[in-house]
Each structure stands twice: as C-alpha cells, then as structure tokens.
C-alpha cells in the first residue's frame, strides 16, 4: 500500500491511470503506453580535449625553490597536470597559473623568468580545453544530463534553483582562473544528487510519446463519443470527468512546471550550445533534449488539448462543466 501510494505521485503513474481510466469507460483495449528512455550521451573519448603533457628539467624544477610553484610541481612528480578527475585536474591547472604568475614576481633570474613566462603562456592556452573537459567529461555532469532515473514532481524537491546555481557558476569559470576546490566540488555534487536537467528531459520525452498515443487512440474512439441531440451521452460525461481529473489536476500541473524549469534554464544551455570551446557532439546533445524535445513535448500536449476543446465544443460542453 505504501509503494502504491509513492508511486500515485509520479507523472507515468498520472498518465497511465488516465489511459486505463479512458479505457475502462468506453469498453475498449487500452492503449499500451510506450516507455521512454534519453538517447546515450556522447561517448566521453570523443569529448575528451587532448592536452599535452608538459614536463620540466630537473634543474629547472630545483631553480623553484623559493616559490610555491615548487611544492605545487613536486606533488606531480615534476609533471604540470598529470591528474585523471576532470574537476581535480581543472582545480590543479587553475592553482598552477595562479603559482606561476606569483613566481614571476618573485624571480629575479631572467633565464628562469622567460621560461616561467613560457610556461604560463602554454598553461592559460590549454586552461579552455581543461575546462572544457570538466563541463563534457565529469560525471557528474553526465549523470545530471543524461540519467534516466526518474522524472520531476513539479515540487521545490526537483532542485531548480540549486541546478542553475551550479550550472551558471561552472559556466562561469571558463572566462576566470577560479580554484575554489570545495565550491566546485559541492556544486557538481548537486548535479548529482539532483539531476534536474535529465528528469526533466526524460518528463517531456515520456509526455510527449504517451500523449501521442492517447490522442491517436481517442480519435479511433470517435464514434462512441458522438453527440445526439436530445439525449444524454454517459459514456462521454464519465470520460469528461477523467479527463479533470487526471489531465486537468494531475499531468497539466506537472507539465507547467516543466514548461517554467524549461525557460529558467534555456538562457544557461544556450551559453553552453553557443560555447567555442565545447565539442559539437555535447552542443548537439543539449539541442536535441533541450530545443528539439521540448518542441515535440509542446506539440503532443496542443494536439491533445485540441481533441478535447473540439470535443466539448462540438458536445456543447462549457469550461465550467470540466
């Protein structure tokens, strides 16, 4: 009974019970609602920005004893960025520009200032590539994008405003130096723990589909719908009383909330599809669940809010009698 009722709360169950409901009243197989699940996230290897490895002479890695760039080079056995986590690697490059720009300062031998200076010159080139495989190659990221674990409540737990905090402040790293190693770390926690972005992808793919369905079975349905006059049509006042109270109370609500999720976020998904430095692949990704989706999504809701209107308006059957 518990499980049933959690279950009551989410935007398949809505649908699905609209569904059997319908077809319960008018005697008919029910329509066999398809699943839905998000298209596979682009393969990571072909995200991936190659950034070479740069090495320094041993010599010239003792030369930086009076900076802390020296500490900062020893914790990678003298090799500037050799580091696997996409976010680990980006806080190590970002502290590493910062530690050879204060060497700089405090080098007066100008043989090692000319190499420090080649050095930052290579390390700020390569900083958008190593942001860039932060945005496309974290994990967290792509479990927010593309996980198919569930769908949105329309409720406060879906983590809007959370998502586009943390969204905006990765985006905005790729114009500053920043290294605030446990504010990056909690923000791509959030994307994990609350993938906003895939819930709500994966909600307007399932909505969308199953309304389709529903809309193409009503109209094979068209003949026990039809209006007499004089006479009562029970059929269609039952039916009329599901459609307010699944469609109407139940799906309607969730899909509101996901049109306003929708154009909160559309601003910072356009900075990322619009990004230089992000790959084509991850652009088009975000354009086909974002754009493309939510186009097909807003399609299937018109045509079957089009089937009901002309329905009541053909049955002379006022909004208030919904």
Request: aromatic share 10%; net charge neutral.
């Amino acid at each position: 009974m518990l499980l049933a009722c959690n279950r009551a709360d989410t935007i398949d169950d809505h649908l699905y019970e609209y569904a059997k409901r319908m077809a319960n009243i008018l005697e008919a197989e029910p329509q066999q609602l398809l699943q839905v699940s998000l298209p596979p996230y682009p393969k990571i290897t072909s995200l991936q920005q190659n950034i070479p490895t740069t090495t320094i002479k041993l010599t010239d890695f003792y030369g930086l004893k009076h900076c802390e760039l020296y500490s900062l080079v020893a914790q990678r056995n003298t090799v500037l960025g050799r580091i696997q986590l996409p976010s680990t690697r980006y806080m190590y490059e970002a502290e590493l520009i910062n530690a050879l720009q204060a060497c700089l300062i405090e080098t007066t031998d100008l043989q090692l200032q000319s190499k420090l200076t080649d050095w930052l010159t290579l390390k700020e080139k390569q900083r958008p590539k190593v942001w860039a495989n932060l945005i496309q190659t974290s994990h967290e990221i792509k479990h927010s994008l593309a996980t198919n674990t569930g769908f949105i409540y329309g409720t406060p737990s879906d983590g809007l405003n959370e998502t586009k905090t943390a969204l905006d402040y990765l985006i905005k790293l790729s114009t500053n130096n920043h290294s605030a190693n446990a504010k990056l770390e909690s923000q791509l926690k959030q994307l994990l723990d609350s993938p906003l972005p895939a819930r709500m992808w994966h909600t307007q793919l399932l909505i969308g589909i199953q309304l389709d369905q529903l809309t193409s079975w009503l109209q094979n349905q068209a003949s026990q719908l039809q209006c007499k006059s004089g006479k009562k049509n029970e059929k269609l006042d039952y039916l009329t009383n599901v459609f307010r109270l699944f469609f109407i109370e139940k799906i309607q609500p969730i899909a509101g909330q996901l049109n306003h999720y929708h154009y909160q976020l559309t601003s910072t998904f356009e900075e990322l599809v619009n990004h230089p430095h992000l790959s084509p692949s991850f652009k088009q990704y975000i354009h086909t669940q974002h754009t493309l989706g939510f186009d097909e999504y807003s399609n299937a809701m018109t045509e079957h809010l089009r089937f009901w209107q002309e329905l009541f308006k053909n049955c002379n059957i006022s909004p208030q009698q919904i």
